[in-house]
Nanobody, 125 residues
Framework: QRHLEESGGASVQTGDSLTLSCTGSGFSFNGTPMGWFRQAPGHACVMVSVVNRDGSIIYADSVKGRFTISQDNAKNTVYLQMNDLKPEDTAMYYC???????????????????WGQGTQVTVSS
């Protein structure tokens, strides 16, 4: 059974760093698009960063230069290193996967079919 589980969320101060982890089971991360998304209260879920099946990486403009996504296929784990956190980064962070994806473009938001339960990140000023 395919499963994703996030960890690492916390309450931090502006400027702090945090690393989120997402561990999966039931499928291989190798060649599978993996992504981090976030949803703040009253807002839609948005893409934070994606590793596409070819290894290419996409970041939302709001996190470029501050966040880094990485992946350890041997551990079936994807990470999100978040530096210089800001209050506007406060959100529930979700990990998502799209096993079996064959297109060269990354999945659109509605095309991700496996999601974790989320981990809360709160940044105080």
């Amino acid at each position: 059974q395919r499963h994703l589980e996030e960890s690492g969320g916390a309450s931090v101060q502006t400027g702090d760093s945090l690393t989120l982890s997402c561990t999966g089971s039931g499928f291989s991360f190798n060649g599978t698009p993996m992504g981090w998304f976030r949803q703040a209260p009253g807002h839609a879920c948005v893409m934070v960063s994606v590793v596409n099946r070819d290894g290419s990486i996409i970041y939302a403009d709001s996190v470029k230069g501050r966040f880094t996504i990485s992946q350890d296929n041997a551990k079936n784990t994807v990470y999100l290193q978040m530096n210089d956190l800001k209050p506007e980064d406060t959100a529930m962070y979700y990990c998502a996967a799209r096993p079996g994806w064959v297109l060269s473009r990354p999945p659109r938001l509605y095309e991700w079919n496996y999601w974790g339960q989320g981990t809360q990140v709160t940044v105080s000023s």
